[in-house]
């Protein structure tokens, strides 16, 4: 054996277990006790939380990085955001494009994410940023392996050639095709773009993802679009929808009804409370929307739910570092997500179901299993998520890619000097 992880606190488990590694596999999994099995190399995380990978199911890798180019998003609205964004693609290189997502993916695989899918806009004529990113995938892959979606930023048929970019995109090697049917400029162009899309990833072959009803408006409905586009077509289990944040404000009636229906087609449902808490309410004088997709209730009814971090420091969202833990940790409030049930559920979100919708291995840490491991600096799920703890340790294929030194604290109080860890004693 190469490695001997001790003392881990495996999820949904109350007692430590040991985890052996030989070479790229996890070759035994047993309680721990004792002096433990001899190996290469033993490592004792004294009760840490272990899980499987991270999986970013939903970020803009194009537009990292770019906060306040060429100006600010002074209104904070989504729509403010694409225009400004609209102005920085003219000024895309391969090489900015590059330098801004290399530096956002270490700082991913140093959180343990270990898969990300990033829509990529093609409303440009020389799709720049796809070609930026293409070589990124190239360099990360096995580290941190990179999904690219054609995302038409500015719509499909709203957008000069869009339809054409779209088909270029997927020659050029996109891995899966996207869309945003609620920003067409009519509702008929809208059902007209999700059809597009359908037969454009039959075509290739590819699964699809599409930002669907990302808007306060009730009358947005897109999300039944791709419910039947995915029955007719039999692609159960190949379709996401993002966003879908106007499900907070249908009836509950319809709402019931597409939900059933969504778990009847097998969609995968991706929500980003970090971009949604900002973006979505806009509108209102009072009570102000949460602006929130029904989220709880699609778990409810045993449909797939992930979370993805969307946005990183560009005109729609100016902060975060691409930490899915941080976005699970604002889904704890802005989704009510603090219930004893819930927050387990969380680690959930940000690791086996957005794997599911990556179609990437979904089964976590097991006998046999790949030995991708994150180790959270933390003794429960419930402390990791309070404190956003940092990843004590990152193991991709068997080796340490990433590791972070616990900090240290002290405290000065009445001339006596102690440290603090911020835990319950
Ligand atoms: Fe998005």
Known sequence: ??????????????????????????????????????????????????????????????????????????????????????????????????????????????????????????????????????????????????????????????????????????????????????????????????????????????????????TDDDHSRFVEVMVSETIRRGMSGRVTASHTTAMHSYNNAYANRLITNIKRAGLHMITNPLDSSVLQGRFDSGPIRRGHTRFKEMWAAGVNVSIGHDSIMDPWYPLGYGDPLQAAFVLVHYGQMSGAKEMPYLFEMITTNPAKALGVDSRGIRKGGPADIVVFDAPTPEDALRRVTPRFLVLRDGKIVARTKPSETTVTINGKTRPVTFLRP
Not at 51 to 63: F, K, Q, S, Y
């Open 1 to 214: 054996m190469d490695l001997l992880l001790r003392n881990a606190l495996l999820l949904g488990s109350n007692t430590p277990s040991d985890i052996a590694i030989t070479g790229d596999r996890i070759t035994s999994l047993t309680p721990t006790k004792g002096k433990g099995a001899a190996a290469t190399k033993v490592i004792d995380l004294e009760g840490r939380l272990v899980t499987g990978p991270l999986v970013e199911p939903h970020l803009h890798m194009d537009a990292v990085l770019t906060v306040g180019q060429p100006r600010n998003n002074v209104s904070g609205t989504l729509f403010e955001g694409i225009a400004v964004w609209g102005e920085r693609v003219k000024t895309l290189t391969v090489d900015d494009v590059i330098e801004r997502g290399r530096e956002v993916m270490a700082w991913q695989l140093a959180c343990g994410v270990q898969h990300v899918r990033s829509h990529v806009d093609v409303c440009d004529p020389e799709l720049t940023a796809l070609e930026g990113l293409k070589v990124l995938r190239d360099e990360m892959r096995g580290l941190v392996d990179l999904q690219l979606v054609a995302f038409p930023q500015q719509g499909i048929y709203g957008f000069k050639n869009g339809p054409e970019l779209m088909r270029t995109a997927v020659e050029r090697g996109v891995d899966v095709v996207g869309g945003i049917p609620h920003f067409e400029l009519t509702r008929d162009e809208g059902v007209e773009s999700v059809k597009f899309i359908f037969d454009l990833a039959e075509e290739a072959g590819l699964p699809i993802d599409i930002h669907c009803d990302e």
